[in-house]
């Protein structure tokens, strides 16, 4: 059974930062062969990707998001970050972690992020 936790979520003001995190548990992780993702829902909206790595292609961005935020891997930790700079209103949703390994798929709970003007 793998487990995808989210955190680091929570509120910060326009200009500001935050940093979420993606712990994923389970002895079938195989994190460091898994694509790995991060996607945002806003309520009335659906699930958009933010940022995605795969293994055959690295890293892709959002054009909405690119170069103020950064996907990053510790793969001794099984753990995702996303590195969120210049935040903006319109980045308030709620966060989520993705994981796909050949025919399996998790998701996590969902972190909230609020960013005021």
């Known amino acids: 059974q793998v487990e995808l936790v989210e955190s680091g979520g929570g509120w910060a003001p326009a200009g500001g930062s935050l940093r979420l995190s993606c712990a994923v548990f389970g002895s079938g992780s195989f994190f460091g062969l898994s694509d790995m993702g991060w996607y945002r829902q806003s309520p009335g909206q659906q699930r958009e990707a933010v940022a995605v790595?795969?293994?055959?292609?690295?890293?892709a961005y959002a054009d909405s998001i690119k170069g103020r935020f950064t996907l990053l891997r510790d793969v001794s930790m099984n753990t995702m970050f996303l590195e969120m700079k210049s935040l903006k209103p319109e980045d308030s949703a709620v966060y989520y972690c993705?994981?796909?390994?050949?025919?399996?798929?998790?998701w996590g709970r969902g972190t909230q992020v609020t960013v005021s003007s």
């Open positions: 993705n994981r796909r390994f050949r025919n399996n798929e998790n």
């Open positions: 790595y795969t293994r055959s292609d690295g890293v």
